[in-house]
């Protein structure tokens, strides 16, 4: 490493007059991880710097392969990924305004991209290995894709009629059209990966057993999700009640998965959604569009604590959805069969659970109760293990326990997904199907193939303009009230046009840019300290280093015969450019700075 | 509604604190205000130093600062902390809202506004930077801020800043915008203080032409008014702007300037030039004058008209070059070796200048003399509104007197007579030619080192400086407050003078006999004057910018009286206050002895 | 005078009436102590329910305030102004505020209040409306509404009904649509709102009923030659006013608390002794919500003497005190004799 | 396009810091325009004075008036901020007491050519053992921009509004012909190649003089912008024989195309040697001098 290299040819590689330099060195990869923070933060590393720029230039198929590159459902999570990323964004950070809106543009490519789009895959040689996989959601999709990439032949065993887990049976219509998802699923799928629907894995009549996967397949990949509900804990005589008999009260996942099937759902005139996550918010928003008059999410905590983005909270208020805080539920009321209402305890807030979850810690005799019509449990979810022929080691909160090298306990067996982590997000399963396809892939092929670089390329000149900072978040259009509730399916969020999609990819700073101060050739006449808009470039005298290798503070002196240098401090630079025009000896540099894979 | 109303702009050099300062009297004074300013900044030209633009403005027009400000600007908060309490209850404090580094405690302006005060925190960078692309008119910003706030009128801020920008079109441009970005937030901004401008008054004469112009400037006004020749002169801070000043305009009258290698040349050419007939001065500060002093006796002796314009800064040697002082009344009055008697007056305000700037060329003519204009670094900067006659008051050609002789007798330059004034001949006239020379000489100008003739060309460099006090036309002192006798005279000289008279006005409104005089000549000294206003006063107060007490000095060697003499050497303008508190103290004094 | 080194500092946000009592008393307490407020405001406190006196004719700033210049200077008071607060660090006992200047403290105080509510139906019409929670939103309110205008009142929390008084008063006329929020802070059970309806009509008060219209569908600029608010309901009807007045009720501001470390609900949650759940740490008002032994939940305590008490209380717990918060108001909704309406609410100094 | 390997922060700082040379700056930060190409004079001393491991006490910076004069502040040596135009004859002063110390001299284009031209022929002809920087910025820049004795034909000042009517004087003929016995010229927007002209400025024995061509980026915007010097100056033909007095002069004649290097340099004896020529001729006895300079003999080797 380290040597100047000829373009790769990769895709999104630069043009051949550019040069380019390749590095493995920790500080170099250190930098990209605190400095691109949304592609820190993606669970799929997303390259998100790159795919805006693409956008401000107008190229959305181009934006939209890169984001293929990461993950093959751009337009999917475009609109329901849970953004990670944007809570990470430099804009955000304290002084900077608000974040981009990344998830929006990401739709944005997808979106506005040309009809006859044509879709670009590096694919390697046939390997003659099979691999089988259990279950198409995200995870599942996005290992298939990658392994059938990598030459390996992909059979997927998917329990439903359609492909998309989650994503088709979990997601109303109103925030993820099936088109989109249509399409997606194809393009990720059609590279000779086989589907098989309606093929159920156990030991059951009409299922497939497990040791017949194992036998038939080099490997098989248990991408199955957390499909099962999990049961409300209440007290008293409710505690060993089944509550699915009692008419009025619904699971919110299986309320969602029946929706979809076709099912016909109707609720109450008041109904209580118990939950935190998406699923309840989901539900809430199913249920006020189904008529209900009033609709009330109940949660343990407060709404600072939960994990679903403030949009989401938003449109489901303007939706006429309320949120109570503070609560758990200890029992219900019924007459004779018919759900009456809810007894909650009235809870104070407590420590901070593992998750990064805020704990709710019940006070003792502060029960009390609300009336309501139909209860929609969406506490949660977990996976089902009684399909597997094997006994497989789980871990305590009853997932399935994997190494570092993405296998389970047995042999040749490996999972991915929620199936692994819990319930947790699309993005997270995307992201992690392509890890353990990787992994996988190493373990079919008894080596590493490809492994992660820096890939430095110098860039002209700055790419914005002071006067992009100043432009506001702009605004995702959504539907108005009325359509909303016509039928269940409109979508809400309208996407935003190519003008507000230009509008917002300016506000990108463009982290990915490195400036970087030619110490030798500083004359330290500090006319970049002048017209920095921020404390950004500072008079140092050193330098910390972190346990991984990678930078971390710098330490600043102001006394002159300590000034070792004059350097950009990139965890405050905005990437404006002004310092790289105001230099007059050009002793700053400008380099775009990218993780990548290389063949190993 | 009559209008007094203090506003201070606080900067780091570089801020364009001085620039925002100069924009905001001229639009200020466009509207018909009267504006007194003086601005104070440091000797670097970027780096850190603190900048104060600060200016009154007033129907009537005033003298002096107030104590307090009604309006603070900060534009480096650093800096104009410490001036947040010369801010008045009620007036208000326009500050940079947000930073762009990490603040301690205490670092941020609105830490240290009193509770009376009104605090307009104000995104000034980020207004900037948005309206242009960058931060560099920030300054702009804070006048759009408040031209807003104050309700004034945009356009005569328009035009101020296009007459700062002319010639820079892109800069011009880029003031409009952030001049209307800063109007535009205070629009947004809930008007609370009660800083309010009453309508301007016009005093203006017709004929007259009114002007919001500095001390230097108003010195070049004069000299041109004066029908100035020729100049030399080399750049010293605070003198330098006459010369450029001077560089535009005396072009335009087909006049003659030169940027001298030093002021050593400088002067010698002033002598050359003067000698030759022209109308010639120079200008410089303390180090300059000291440069000077040899060829100045030259002048002297050789009894040529020339004028030089001293601005004095904080000394000795380079000393405090941006700072004020008065402490270059020893150097001008008597510096320089031999006895070599000339004419300095100094003027004591803005309009002052313009007429001791064009005298200064009639006496120098008529007493064929050195005449040194002597003023400060406050005046020179100091802005103040003044009225212009129709008609220069200024004799053009004074007293020459050539071919004053009878036909076939030998023409004499130095020629003893009864006003000890000699014919004077300059080059180019026929049959008068003469030697002007250093060396002592006799009435034709060969060098002559008799007694006799030593002491007597002596006399006569003397004594005809003496008609100077009775120069037309001329204030060469004047006496202000109570008539007849007063418990406290306050006397005083150039710049200070200003402070003296607003406190002998408030210690008369506190029942205090007062009175207050100025004196303009300093040499030769107009003693009779000065002599009958220290008999009417129980007690005499000087006031001046010197440790040593120049002009007290000065005064105790032509009256013999004792005197109090008040001295400050801090740099900045003397505070009315302090003034006032020795003016109570000797009024005090005296009541306590005639309890004894 | 104790150093600045070993004299504590009280550091109080908000200059409301909680937050301004809590100063006060803690000087009382604490001679020697520093004790700093921090505020949004550009003004010295005022009282907020003295609002309405703008309708008046009363629009000078300076006939507002509830002290002079010279009552903070006497006090030692270090009163900040135009002083956001972006974050408040538990740990370090340390205030970072907006313009990047950070304040230790030993105590602290959040007395921040509350906020007008607009249900989130309503946001995107907030353009469109004028609050009426500051001097500065009231002078504004002021200004556009002319002699004898017509104030459309949304919601109707006791707050709005103040000044629906006043309004009256001053012959304007007032249409309120009323909703869940009217009459906030009291809870107003269904068989009693008839009654206070009625009596709001027998202040003068045209009542329409939200919910009979089926809800606010838009609120609009007026055509050209109408009123200059136009709001449409649901079911096609529409009303013209010259303002449009928001009144839900307040929700507490807390967004600077949020990730420091103090636990919030929808309020900052206190024990009785008015602490957080941090040491140190105390909020009163508004803002703050309180253990209720008797009622076994967190809840709100509203109206100027509560306001005041608990910044009292706050203070002298702050100072070393341990009591417990006793309610200083009752919260009961009276219809008088004559048929008006009267509220514990709206009686303050 | 320059090199587009990361530079790694801590690897430089490193080198710095072992450089030693960050001991030659004073405390104090600069206080001059930010941008200014003084900034690269500072540098570029301090650098030399490293290399050329002359101890900080040997050392002493004399200047007269104006904004490069400020330079004895930010230099970690003895300093002597003197009287406009006065450097020179201050600096004879400083060398003739002790020939041990190392002194340099500096300052601004007015100060040296126009108040204090008088001195420069007479330092140069007495071959006093210094070195001479001067930082030519063609302004008056501590006055806020007047025109100076190198300002262009045609510059417009606040003191020439209409034009600059005289000619700049041609500093590297005039200190040929004055007999200076080292004469150079860079410019500080190349601070490499500055850097190695003033170690061979001070490492040269005798009156050493560097022309050093600076943009004023506050009060010229016009004419000696680094954008215009950058596209004037040029290299000094690499045939140029620095022993040639007149081939140097024919050199320093091109003033529209201002060459970089050595133009001249003799050895001879220095005001120094001359004196104690004197001295020896009188029969008297030298004092105990000092060794003279050993680092500099060493440096140049």
């Known amino acids: 490493m380290g040597e100047i290299k000829p373009p790769s040819g990769e895709p999104g590689a630069p043009a051949a007059a550019q040069r380019e330099y390749l590095s493995d060195d920790p500080r170099d990869i250190g930098w990209v991880r605190q400095n691109v923070p949304c592609q820190t933060a993606c669970p799929a590393g997303t390259n998100v710097p790159v795919y805006i720029r693409e956008i401000i230039e107008r190229q959305y198929g181009r934006s939209y392969e890169t984001n293929r590159e990461a993950n093959v459902l751009p337009g999917v999570l475009g609109r329901i990924c849970s953004r990670p990323c944007e809570s990470q964004c430099r804009h955000g950070w304290a002084g900077n305004g608000e974040p981009v809106a990344i998830c929006h543009l990401k739709r944005v490519a997808s979106d506005l991209k040309d009809a006859g789009h044509r879709i670009t895959e590096r694919l390697y040689s046939p390997t003659g290995k099979r691999v089988a996989i259990v279950g198409a959601g995200p995870a599942g999709v996005s290992a298939a894709h990658d392994l059938s990439l990598l030459g390996h032949d992909v059979v997927i065993f998917e329990r439903e009629e359609r492909p998309g887990g989650m994503l088709r049976y979990g997601i109303p219509e109103f925030r993820l059209p099936r088109g989109t998802l249509d399409i997606e699923m194809h393009n990720a799928l059609r590279l000779g990966v086989q589907m098989r629907t309606g093929a159920e894995i156990g030991n059951g009549a009409g299922q497939i057993p497990m040791s017949r996967l194992e036998a038939e397949f080099d490997a098989v990949l248990l991408a199955t999700g957390c499909m099962a509900a999990s049961p409300l804990p209440l007290q008293g005589e409710w505690e060993k009640r089944d509550l699915r008999g009692l008419e009025g009260v619904e699971y919110g996942l299986d309320f969602l998965v029946q929706m979809h099937r076709g099912v016909k759902k109707t609720v109450g005139r008041r109904v209580a959604v118990v939950g935190a996550g998406f699923t309840a918010l989901d539900c809430a928003r199913v249920a006020a569009r189904l008529g209900a008059q009033e609709v009330t999410i109940h949660i343990r905590t407060a709404e600072e604590y939960i994990p679903v983005t403030q949009e989401e909270i938003f449109e489901a208020k303007r939706e006429g959805v309320r949120i109570k805080g503070l609560r758990t539920p200890v029992g219900l009321t019924a007459e004779g069969n018919r759900l009456t209402g809810i007894e909650f305890v009235q809870n104070r807030l407590g420590g901070w659970r593992n998750s990064g979850r805020r704990q709710a810690i019940p006070i003792e005799g502060s029960e009390f109760h609300e009336p309501c019509d139909t209860i929609i449990i969406a506490i949660g979810q977990q996976t089902v293990n009684d399909f597997l022929g094997t006994k497989l080691e789980l871990d305590r909160w009853g997932n399935v326990r994997v190494g570092v090298d993405g296998m389970t306990s047995h042999k040749g067996l490996f999972a991915a997904g929620d199936y692994v982590n819990g319930a947790s997000t699309v993005v997270q399963a995307v992201g992690h199907g392509r890890l353990v396809a990787k992994r996988i892939d190493a373990w079919l092929m008894g080596r590493e193939r490809r492994k992660q670089v820096v890939r430095i390329v110098p860039v002209e000149k700055p790419l914005r303009e002071r006067a992009f900072d100043f432009i506001p978040r702009q605004h995702m259009p959504t539907a108005q009230l009325a359509e909303r509730m016509k039928d269940g399916k409109h979508e809400v969020e309208l996407g935003l046009d190519e003008k507000l999609a230009f509008e917002e990819a300016k506000r990108c700073y463009l982290c990915n840019l490195r400036y970087e101060i030619d110490v030798d050739r500083c004359i330290f006449c500090r006319a970049c300290i002048e017209v920095a808009p921020r404390n950004c470039i500072k008079l140092v005298r050193g330098v910390e280093i972190n346990e991984d290798g990678a930078y971390g503070k710098l330490l600043e002196t102001k006394e002159w015969n300590q000034v070792g240098a004059i350097w950009i401090d990139n965890n405050e630079c905005i990437r404006c450019g002004q310092c790289y025009t105001a230099c007059p000896v050009q002793c700053i540099s400008i380099s775009r700075c990218e993780l990548t894979e290389v063949e190993i | 509604m009559a209008t007094d109303i203090q506003i201070s702009i606080v900067g780091s050099a570089g801020d364009g604190t001085i620039a925002a300062g100069e924009i905001l009297r001229g639009a200020l004074a466009g509207m018909g205000y009267k504006v007194i300013s003086f601005d104070v900044y440091p000797p670097e030209i970027r780096g850190f130093g603190k900048c104060i633009a600060r200016m009154r403005i007033t129907t009537e027009q005033a003298y002096s600062l107030k104590h307090k400000s009604d309006v603070l600007v900060s534009l480096d908060d650093s800096h104009a902390i410490p001036h947040a309490d010369e801010v008045r209850e009620c007036g208000a404090v326009i500050y940079e809202r947000g930073s762009i580094v990490q603040l301690p405690e205490g670092g941020h302006m609105s830490a240290h506004i009193g509770p009376g005060q009104l605090p307009y925190p104000v995104p000034i960078r980020e207004l900037s930077e948005k309206s242009t692309g960058a931060n560099r008119s920030r300054n702009i910003v804070v006048l759009g801020f408040l031209a807003g706030l104050l309700k004034l009128p945009a356009e005569a801020f328009q035009k101020a800043i296009a007459k700062k920008f002319k010639r820079k079109a892109a800069a011009a441009e880029a003031g409009e915008a952030a001049f209307r970005a800063g109007q535009d937030f205070a629009a947004q901004t809930f008007k609370l203080d009660d800083v309010l401008f009453g309508p301007p008054v016009s005093t203006v004469v017709a004929g007259a032409t009114v002007e919001m112009i500095s001390g230097n400037a108003a010195i070049v006004r004069g000299a041109l008014d004066a029908g100035i020749d020729t100049f030399f002169g080399y750049p010293i801070t605070p003198a330098t702007s006459i010369m450029e000043r001077l560089a535009t305009e005396m072009p335009k009258r087909g006049g003659r300037l030169l940027q001298t290698e030093d002021e050593i040349a400088a002067i010698s050419a002033v002598v050359g030039a003067g000698f030759a007939g022209a109308r010639a001065a120079t200008s410089t500060s303390g180090p300059g004058l000291s440069l000077m002093a040899e060829m100045l006796g030259m002048g002297v002796i050789g009894e040529v008209p020339s004028v030089v314009f001293v601005s004095q800064r904080g000394g000795p040697s380079t000393g405090m070059p941006t700072k004020t002082e008065q402490s270059d009344l020893h150097m001008a009055v008597y510096g320089g070796h031999g006895d070599a008697p000339r004419i300095v007056i100094a003027p004591t305000n803005v309009d002052g200048c313009y007429r001791c700037g064009g005298k200064a060329f009639e006496m120098a003519e008529a007493y064929q003399t050195p005449v040194i204009v002597l003023i400060d670094l406050y005046l020179s900067n100091r802005y103040e509104t003044v009225v212009f006659p129709s008609r220069p008051p200024f004799e053009a050609d004074t007293n020459r007197k050539p071919g004053k002789l009878a036909a076939g007798a030998q023409y004499k330059r130095f020629a003893l007579t009864a006003d000890h004034i000699s014919p004077r001949a300059i080059p180019g006239e026929k049959g008068n030619m003469h030697v002007v020379t250093g060396l002592e000489h006799n009435e034709l100008g060969r060098p002559n080192d008799s007694a006799e003739m030593h002491e007597a060309m002596s006399r006569k460099r003397h004594e005809k400086l003496k008609a100077a006090l009775r120069h037309p036309d001329f204030t060469h002192f004047k006496r202000f407050g109570d008539e007849g006798p007063v418990d406290v005279g306050v006397i005083s000289w150039g710049s200070t003078f200003g402070e003296c008279l607003e406190a002998m006005i408030k210690a008369r409104g506190e029942g205090i006999r007062c009175a207050a005089m100025k004196v303009v000549m300093l040499s030769p000294f107009p003693t009779h004057g000065v002599t009958a206003f220290m008999t009417d006063c129980k007690q005499v107060l000087v006031p001046e910018l010197n440790y040593q007490g120049q002009f007290a000095n000065l005064l105790q060697a032509n009256v013999a009286r004792p005197v109090t003499r008040l001295n400050r050497v801090s740099g900045e303008p003397m505070k009315v206050e302090d003034i006032l508190d020795e003016i109570r103290r000797l009024a005090g004094r005296k009541a306590a002895q005639k309890a004894a | ?349 | 396009m320059g090199e587009i390997k990361p530079i790694y922060l801590e690897e430089k700082l490193k080198e710095i810091e072992e450089s030693g040379r960050l001991d030659y700056r004073s405390k104090t930060l600069p206080t001059w325009c930010p941008g200014c190409g003084y900034f690269s004079i500072v540098e570029a001393v301090a650098a030399s004075l490293c290399e050329l491991g002359i101890p900080n006490e040997n050392a002493v910076m004399v200047s007269g008036i104006g904004c490069s004069s400020r330079f004895p502040f930010f230099v970690n040596t003895y300093g002597m901020h003197t009287l406009h135009g006065r450097a020179l004859p201050v600096a004879t002063g400083v060398k003739t007491a002790n020939d041990a110390l190392t002194v340099v001299a500096v300052g601004g284009d007015g100060d040296g050519f126009a108040i204090g031209g008088g001195h420069v022929p007479h330092a140069a002809r007495r071959n006093v053992d210094m070195t001479y920087l001067l930082f030519d910025n063609g302004i008056y820049g501590l006055t806020k921009g007047q025109t100076s004795p190198l300002s262009a034909v045609g510059f417009r000042t606040p003191t020439s509004p209409y034009d600059n009517p005289d000619r700049p004087l041609n500093a590297l003929l005039m200190l040929l012909s004055h007999g200076a016995s080292w004469v150079g010229q860079a410019y500080a927007g190349r601070p490499d190649h500055l850097h190695r002209m003033i170690t061979q400025a001070m490492a040269h024995r005798g009156f050493s003089y560097l022309h050093i061509l600076s943009p004023c980026v506050t009060f010229d915007k016009t004419h000696r912008t680094y954008q215009n010097l950058g596209m004037q100056v040029r290299d000094l033909p690499a045939d140029h024989d620095p022993t040639d007095r007149l081939a140097a002069m024919r050199e320093a004649m091109n003033d529209a195309t201002p060459a970089l290097g050595l133009y001249y340099r003799e050895e001879r004896p220095t005001l120094g040697d001359a004196l104690d020529g004197l001295v020896e001729k009188a029969g008297g006895e030298l004092p105990g001098k000092p060794a003279a300079k050993p680092a500099r003999k060493a440096a140049k080797r």
């Open chain 3, 1 to 349: 005078m104790a150093t600045a080194k070993n004299v504590r500092h009280h550091v109080v946000i908000g200059s409301g009436v909680a937050g301004s009592q809590a100063a006060e008393t803690l000087r009382e307490c604490e001679p020697d102590a520093r004790v700093t407020i921090l505020t949004l405001s550009s003004l010295l406190f005022y009282n907020r329910y003295d609002l309405p006196k703008v309708f008046r004719g009363h629009r000078d700033w300076r006939e507002f305030l509830a002290y002079p210049a010279e009552y903070y200077r006497e006090r030692r008071i270090g009163m900040r102004r135009c002083s956001r607060v972006a974050g408040v660090d538990a740990k370090r006992r340390a205030i970072l505020l907006d313009h990047k200047e950070e304040i230790r403290f030993d105590t602290l105080l959040v007395a921040s209040g509350g906020r007008g509510y607009v249900p989130e139906e309503l946001s995107e019409f907030r353009p469109l409306m004028h609050p009426f929670s500051s001097y500065t939103e009231a002078m504004v309110a002021a200004n556009e509404v002319p002699d004898r205008g017509h104030v459309i009142m949304l919601g109707g929390d006791m707050i709005g009904l103040d000044l629906a008084r006043t309004l009256l008063d001053t012959r304007h006329r007032v249409t309120l649509v009323a909703g869940p929020q009217t009459f906030w802070p009291h809870e107003v059970g269904a068989d009693e709102r008839p009654g206070l309806v009625a009596a709001l009509e027998k202040m003068g008060i045209e009542v329409v009923e939200g919910a009979d219209a089926g809800g606010i569908a838009s609120i609009e600029k007026g055509a050209r030659g109408l009123s200059s608010r136009r709001v449409l309901f649901k079911d096609g009807t529409e009303l013209y006013g010259d303002v449009v007045m928001p009144f839900f009720g307040l929700v507490p501001s807390v967004e600077f608390m949020l990730g420091s470390g103090v636990d919030i609900e929808r309020g900052l949650l206190v024990n009785p002794a008015l602490r957080t759940t941090n040491e140190g740490i105390y909020a009163a008002g508004d803002v703050c919500q309180i253990w209720s032994d008797a009622e076994r939940r967190y809840r709100f305590y509203y109206g100027w003497k509560n306001v005041r008490a608990m910044g009292d209380l706050a203070a002298r717990n702050i100072a070393g005190g341990a009591d417990p918060w006793v309610p200083a108001q009752d919260e009961t909704l009276h219809v008088t004799a004559d048929g008006n309406i009267q509220s514990p609410f709206w009686e303050y100094e």
